[in-house]
């Protein structure tokens, strides 16, 4: 049995902030094992100024770290889980999921809530699910599409280079900066990304002693949550670039799960909603996935495709 544990994580603030929460937690629950940290740079941290739809398409926030696994450097990975593809590599598992902070987007802006902002004002964000869901409630703001870890973001709002920007609450939060945010927005309008929130810790497949360690940390509701999520967008192709967004909500024994998708050149956008229990929560996001094909999910996801080919 190992007496030392690597965690491994991606170097940025925020990504360290949730490693180091993580590894507290579990030196909190195994005192007599010894715990340590080490940063892995990803392709999507070597390349900030590419846009995240023209990045790698599986995995650019995660590979690195994956292959670290399976190399053994690590024994642990610490992942925002929406930087997780569906589909892991063979020899590799999702093996807890902490509990789950606000999954809403958040607005930060120097003039108001989305509704007060002028006509024409310059919204940035680096996701193209959050920029279609921003057309579809303010068709006149203008959306500028940017990289960068969240402070950058922040003063780009500061200084005046853009309007407003749009981030996920939780990583505000973790960041110790809720103090910025003008609005946080209606999951009505802007349903958040897979996973949006929560941290994935992956393992080796078959590490006993890996699993039996995090066990502790796993959320069953967030767990839940995450399976529907992460089955609807296999489902529906989870490799393809389409504005794919989905949140289930976990009470008593019944799961709700709400999903879109949107056509990435700001036409069509589909909601529906799936329910059933939480043993079936994999089945509850296949269903509604099922659901959205049948309502014309399949060709908004292959329009997407075909220009990614272009």
């Keep these: 049995m190992r007496q030392e544990i690597v965690v491994g994580s991606r170097g940025s603030k ?9 590894l507290a937690a579990l030196q909190e629950a ?22 995240l739809d023209r990045l790698e398409e599986r995995g650019a926030f995660v590979k690195e770290l994956e292959e670290a696994l399976l190399d053994h450097r690590i024994d642990l990975a610490v992942h925002s889980l929406k930087d997780m593809p569906v589909d892991l590599p063979s020899g590799l598992c999702l093996a807890a999921v902490t509990a789950r902070l606000d999954p809403r987007d958040a607005l930060v802006a120097l003039k108001g809530k989305l509704a007060e902002l002028a ?13 279609m869901q921003l057309r579809n ?44 945010i003008s609005e946080y927005l209606p999951i009505e309008q802007f349903l958040p990304a897979v996973g949006q929130g929560a941290l994935g810790i992956e393992i080796r497949s078959g590490d006993r002693q890996s699993s039996e360690l995090v066990s502790a940390l796993n959320h069953e509701a967030t767990w839940y949550a995450v399976i529907a999520e992460r089955a609807f967008l296999r ?24 999903g879109m998708v949107a056509s990435g050149e700001g036409g069509a956008m589909l909601r529906s909603v799936a329910e059933g229990s939480v043993s079936d929560a994999e089945r509850v996001g296949i269903r509604l996935a099922q659901k959205m094909l049948a309502m014309g999910a399949s060709k908004i996801i292959a329009e997407v495709r075909a220009g990614e080919g272009r």
């Excluded at 360290?16 to 929460?21: K, L, N, P, S, V």
């Excluded at 402070?151 to 005046?160: A, E, H, N, Q, Y």
């Excluded at 909500?249 to 799960?257: A, C, D, F, W």
């Design 14 to 22: 925020l990504a360290m902030i949730q490693a180091r929460g993580v």
């Design 30 to 51: 195994h005192p007599t094992l010894r715990f340590s940290l080490i940063q892995i740079v990803t392709q999507g941290d070597r390349e900030p100024q590419v846009p």
């Design 119 to 131: 006509p024409g004002a310059t919204i940035g964000t680096g996701s193209l699910r959050r920029a």
């Design 137 to 180: 409630c303010r068709p006149d703001l203008k959306v500028e599409m940017i990289r960068g870890n969240a402070d950058t973001r922040l003063k780009k709002v500061s200084s005046g280079v853009v309007d407003g920007v749009i981030l996920a609450a939780a990583a505000l939060s973790r960041l110790g900066r809720e103090d910025t």
């Design 235 to 258: 489902s529906l192709g989870g490799g393809c670039r389409a504005p794919i967004a989905a949140l289930g909500t976990v009470s008593g024994r019944t799961i709700r799960l709400d």
